[in-house]
Structures are given as structure tokens and as C-alpha cells.
């Protein structure tokens, strides 16, 4: 009996340490201030001409500045301005599908499976995906008609661009300063890796989303979301490190949105505090993803809802947004049990490979 306690001690101190590290990082300062700039200028701007809720747009479209990579400049460029068009396709297809509420999860699921299939075939780093699926869970919870379609698609366009703007500033900085990384060949694709694993990843993204429409849950955008972050894990084990990290802090990240959302900020104050949480997260991100995350769930709780800040109670909120964080990642766990068992795979494998034509050589 004795023993036994110990070996669960030690498991215990084991994954408490494997929750609580903190990770090395080489991220230049710079980088991080570069990054709220791209997301909190547009808030900015958008409080100038007394139009918050199109400054939130734009600002959605800063996110793409997290997708540069190192580099030299002519590929962190081409990469960069991918990547915007594929936030503005999954924006597009996100606020389309606004129009019929039963399309949002198969546009979810889809959109999911296409950007897990390119990011894994072009070796794409974190975030990966994650705000591709944000950009297009926003845009299909976001109010408005067909013909308000072609104005948030372009402005969401003009963040990418001032965000490919401020990459360019920043890149030529540093390129001075640091070497730019060698530009690696690309891994050969495997049927498992790129289409399975995708096709897996969309169909639970979708799931997701149908239990969180079955249930009635209100913009209940941050379910996916949840979801897709948790299920991209690269073994079981950093599925559920992934989850923990999000719920926890998720958990803590919802009484400082709480406390954010308490405070009679104005348009200006918003777009600040946008811009300090952008800073805080990418400064954070690379030593511990559960501590980034309790600044992630104010932020996108901004760029969702500031539009309507101070017409609700933000406890409503709040409380909406942790049933939404564990529902998504509750589905994400089963999602990833099932992404690394073998017998499901062995199972679903063979099937999924006499649909999918011209697939990638395993």
C-alpha cells in the first residue's frame, strides 16, 4: 500500500512539474512589441473615426503577423502574405456561413480540415491553424447581413495588410541585427500525417460545434476554438499537458477578462489593452502556453465582444465562455484519444484511403 502511494506521489510531483515548466526563449523584445502593434493599431484607428466594431475586424486580421517566420526576407514575405490570404478565405467562408445557422459546422469542419492539411503539408509552426479556425468561428457568430459581407472581408484585409506592413519594418530590423534561419526543404508527406489527421481534426472541430448548437450555447464561437487547440497536440500526452494548460488557464484568464471587462474603459482604453495583451502573449507563448492563455481569453473575449462592452453583464459572459472553453476541450481529448490509438486508425485508415484520390505517398 505504501508503495503505491509513493509511485502516485511521484507520478503526481511528475505531472506537476511537466505543467509547471517554464521554457528557455530567443524571441527578440522586439518581436512581441511588433505584434501588439499589428493587432492594437487597428483599435486605434477604428476609435479615430468612431467605428470600434471595424477596428475589431482589422484587428482580427493583425493576428497573421504571428505567422512570420525567420527567415530571409523575400520568403518571410511570400509566407506572410499566404497565410493573410488564408485568414481572409476563412474569414469569408466563416461570415457566409453566418447566413445559415446548420452551415457553421460543416464550414467549421471543413475550414478546419484544410488548414490542418496545409499547415501540416508546408511544415507550418505554431500557432498553426489555431487562428485561422478563431478567424472563421468569429466571423460565423458575428451579426450582420449578406451585404455587410464585402466590408468585413475588406477590412479584415486592410489588418493583414498594415499587419504585412509592420512585418516588413520589423524584418528589416532584424535582419541586422540576428541572421536570418536557412529556409528548410520541406518533410515528404504521408497520407496519415497530412489527409487522415487532417480529416480526423475537422470532423471533431464539427462535432464541437454540433454538441455546442444542440446544447444552445450563445456565440459560442470559443467551443471550436477550444477544441482545435487542444487536438493538435503532437503525442497524447501533450493533448492532455494541452488541455490542462487550457482550462487552467482559461480558468484564470476569465477572472482577468472579468476584471478587464469590469473597468469603464472607453474606445482608446480598449485598443490599448489590446495592444498590452498582444505583448504579453507573445512574450509568454514560448515559456508557458497555460500562463499565455490567461491572457489569450481576454484578448479574444475583445476582439469578439468589445463591440458590445457594457451592454451585459460581463459574469454572463464570462460564465458562457469557461462552459464553451470546457465543452471544446472535453471533445478535443476525445478527439486526440482517438488521433493516437492505432486500432482506430487501423480502422478508419484503409476507408478514408479509397476515398481520398491522388493522396500523398506514405
Same mark, same amino acid.
Given at each position: 500500500m505504501?508503495?503505491?502511494l509513493?509511485?502516485?506521489?511521484q507520478?503526481?510531483r511528475?505531472?506537476?512539474?511537466?505543467?509547471?515548466?517554464i521554457?528557455r526563449?530567443d524571441?527578440p523584445?522586439?518581436?512581441?512589441v511588433?505584434?501588439g502593434?499589428?493587432?492594437?493599431?487597428?483599435?486605434?484607428?477604428g476609435?479615430?473615426?468612431?467605428h470600434l466594431?471595424y477596428?475589431l475586424?482589422?484587428?482580427l486580421g493583425?493576428?497573421?503577423f504571428l505567422?512570420?517566420?525567420?527567415?530571409p526576407?523575400?520568403?518571410?514575405m511570400v509566407?506572410l502574405?499566404a497565410?493573410?490570404? +488564408? =485568414?481572409?478565405?476563412?474569414? %469569408?467562408?466563416?461570415v457566409i456561413?453566418?447566413?445559415?445557422?446548420?452551415a457553421? @459546422?460543416a464550414? !467549421? $469542419?471543413v475550414?478546419?480540415?484544410?488548414?490542418?492539411?496545409?499547415?501540416?503539408?508546408y511544415a507550418?509552426?505554431?500557432?498553426?491553424g489555431?487562428?485561422?479556425?478563431?478567424?472563421?468561428a468569429?466571423g460565423?457568430?458575428?451579426?450582420?447581413?449578406?451585404?455587410?459581407i464585402?466590408?468585413k472581408?475588406?477590412?479584415?484585409?486592410?489588418g493583414c495588410?498594415?499587419?504585412?506592413?509592420?512585418?516588413?519594418?520589423?524584418s528589416?530590423?532584424?535582419l541586422?541585427?540576428?541572421?536570418?534561419?536557412?529556409?528548410?526543404?520541406l518533410?515528404?508527406?504521408?497520407?496519415?500525417?497530412?489527409?487522415?489527421?487532417?480529416?480526423?481534426i475537422?470532423?471533431?472541430? +464539427? =462535432?464541437?460545434?454540433a454538441? %455546442?448548437?444542440a446544447?444552445r450555447?450563445?456565440?459560442a464561437?470559443?467551443?471550436? @476554438?477550444?477544441c !482545435? $487547440?487542444?487536438?493538435?497536440?503532437a503525442?497524447?500526452r501533450?493533448?492532455?499537458?494541452?488541455?490542462?494548460?487550457?482550462?487552467?488557464?482559461?480558468?484564470?484568464?476569465?477572472?482577468?477578462?472579468?476584471a478587464?471587462?469590469?473597468?469603464?474603459?472607453?474606445?482608446?482604453?480598449i485598443?490599448?489593452?489590446m495592444?498590452?495583451?498582444?505583448?504579453?502573449?507573445?512574450?509568454?507563448?514560448?515559456r508557458h502556453?497555460?500562463?499565455?492563455?490567461?491572457?489569450?481569453?481576454?484578448?479574444?473575449?475583445?476582439?469578439?465582444?468589445?463591440?458590445?462592452l457594457?451592454?451585459?453583464?460581463?459574469?454572463?459572459l464570462?460564465?458562457a465562455?469557461?462552459?464553451?472553453t470546457? =465543452?471544446?476541450?472535453?471533445?478535443?481529448?476525445a478527439?486526440?484519444?482517438?488521433?493516437?490509438?492505432?486500432?482506430?486508425?487501423?480502422? !478508419?485508415?484503409?476507408?478514408?484511403?479509397?476515398?481520398?484520390?491522388?493522396?500523398?505517398?506514405?
Amino acid at each position: 500500500m505504501r508503495h503505491r502511494l509513493n509511485r502516485l506521489k511521484q507520478r503526481a510531483r511528475a505531472e506537476f512539474q511537466q505543467l509547471a515548466s517554464i521554457q528557455r526563449s530567443d524571441r527578440p523584445w522586439q518581436m512581441p512589441v511588433a505584434a501588439g502593434l499589428a493587432t492594437g493599431l487597428p483599435m486605434l484607428v477604428g476609435a479615430w473615426f468612431d467605428h470600434l466594431e471595424y477596428g475589431l475586424i482589422s484587428s482580427l486580421g493583425g493576428l497573421v503577423f504571428l505567422y512570420l517566420p525567420a527567415t530571409p526576407l523575400h520568403h518571410r514575405m511570400v509566407s506572410l502574405m499566404a497565410s493573410a490570404f +488564408g =485568414l481572409t478565405a476563412c474569414y %469569408a467562408l466563416g461570415v457566409i456561413s453566418h447566413l445559415f445557422a446548420p452551415a457553421m @459546422i460543416a464550414a !467549421l $469542419a471543413v475550414i478546419s480540415t484544410l488548414v490542418t492539411m496545409v499547415c501540416r503539408f508546408y511544415a507550418l509552426g505554431p500557432p498553426g491553424g489555431l487562428f485561422f479556425v478563431l478567424a472563421a468561428a468569429i466571423g460565423a457568430y458575428a451579426p450582420g447581413d449578406v451585404l455587410q459581407i464585402p466590408l468585413k472581408v475588406g477590412l479584415l484585409v486592410m489588418g493583414c495588410l498594415l499587419a504585412c506592413a509592420i512585418a516588413f519594418l520589423y524584418s528589416l530590423r532584424m535582419l541586422r541585427i540576428r541572421p536570418a534561419a536557412p529556409v528548410q526543404p520541406l518533410p515528404p508527406p504521408t497520407f496519415d500525417f497530412v489527409v487522415f489527421d487532417s480529416v480526423l481534426i475537422g470532423v471533431f472541430v +464539427g =462535432l464541437s460545434l454540433a454538441l %455546442a448548437q444542440a446544447l444552445r450555447l450563445e456565440n459560442a464561437y470559443w467551443v471550436p @476554438i477550444s477544441c !482545435l $487547440a487542444v487536438i493538435q497536440g503532437a503525442s497524447l500526452r501533450a493533448v492532455w499537458v494541452r488541455q490542462a494548460h487550457r482550462v487552467l488557464g482559461t480558468g484564470i484568464g476569465l477572472l482577468v477578462a472579468w476584471a478587464v471587462l469590469s473597468l469603464p474603459l472607453d474606445k482608446w482604453g480598449i485598443g490599448v489593452t489590446m495592444m498590452v495583451l498582444a505583448w504579453l502573449i507573445e512574450t509568454l507563448v514560448v515559456r508557458h502556453y497555460g500562463i499565455a492563455v490567461i491572457f489569450i481569453t481576454p484578448l479574444t473575449l475583445l476582439l469578439a465582444d468589445a463591440a458590445s462592452l457594457g451592454a451585459a453583464d460581463p459574469s454572463v459572459l464570462i460564465r458562457a465562455r469557461f462552459i464553451d472553453t470546457l =465543452l471544446g476541450c472535453l471533445v478535443g481529448l476525445a478527439g486526440g484519444a482517438c488521433l493516437h490509438s492505432a486500432g482506430f486508425r487501423n480502422a !478508419l485508415g484503409p476507408l478514408l484511403r479509397r476515398v481520398v484520390p491522388g493522396r500523398p505517398r506514405s
